[in-house]
């Protein structure tokens, strides 16, 4: 995910549920399959106008963008350049790790917060984080965070308030204690 102007937004990659690495052949069946799921002539009721077509169609549209940058190898190198300088030129206030970080288990959903220097807090979920590749798993007192790859990633993480960011360093295999960082 890329954060910008305080919002998440999905990278192409990310819209057709595939790895930045992968190669144009996972690629292409990721697109087959969104396409088809997403395609208008697919949706029942063609006729009548709701919410939930609009965002199909909005989906479809995604999707068809999606596969036309990175479906095209010249593109595609543009792309994945334009990402690593969005993810380089970021702007920071500090790094921080998932050790600095305060963790809430409500059961459902694991939420992790750090305080911002304007009195408001930095904050992602398990659900973000699965976006960005990362899944959380609980053992007794113990959370573990592993990324989709053997090696580490970083988010960027924007305040709730300010214009102020941090970026997330996430290790590929990061275990959290509850004794230490559980707030109930």
Same mark, same amino acid.
């Given at each position: 995910m ?12 990310e ?13 292409r069946?990721?697109?087959?399959s ?28 995604? *999707?068809? =963008?999606?596969?036309? %940058?990175v479906?095209?190898?010249? @593109?595609r190198? #543009?792309?994945?350049?334009?990402? !690593?300088?969005?993810?380089?030129d ?7 790790s ?12 694991i ?15 398990s ?8 899944? *959380?798993? =609980?053992d007794?007192? %113990?959370?573990?965070?592993?990324? @989709?790859?053997? #090696?580490?990633?970083?988010?960027? !993480? ?9 970026r997330?360093l ?12 559980l707030?109930?």
């Amino acid at each position: 995910m890329i954060s910008s102007s305080n919002l998440f937004h999905k990278t192409h990659y990310e819209i057709l549920g595939v790895k930045e690495d992968a190669n144009f052949e996972e690629v292409r069946k990721a697109y087959r399959s969104a396409i088809l799921c997403f395609h208008p002539d697919k949706q029942q009721n063609a006729s009548e106008t709701s919410n939930s077509e609009c965002v199909t169609d909005n989906k479809f549209l995604e *999707i068809q =963008r999606a596969w036309e %940058t990175v479906g095209n190898p010249r @593109s595609r190198a #543009l792309y994945d350049a334009e990402l !690593l300088t969005l993810r380089q030129d970021t702007a920071t206030a500090e790094d921080v790790s998932l050790e600095d970080l305060t963790v809430q288990d409500s059961g459902d959903i694991i939420e992790l917060s750090y305080p911002c220097r304007c009195g408001d807090c930095y904050f992602i979920d398990s659900f973000e984080l699965a976006d960005t590749g990362c899944s *959380i798993s =609980r053992d007794g007192d %113990t959370i573990s965070l592993l990324t @989709s790859k053997s #090696l580490p990633t970083s988010v960027v !993480l924007p305040c709730g308030s300010c214009s102020l960011k941090v970026r997330l360093l996430i290790n590929s295999d990061t275990r959290l204690h509850r004794d230490v960082h559980l707030q109930l």
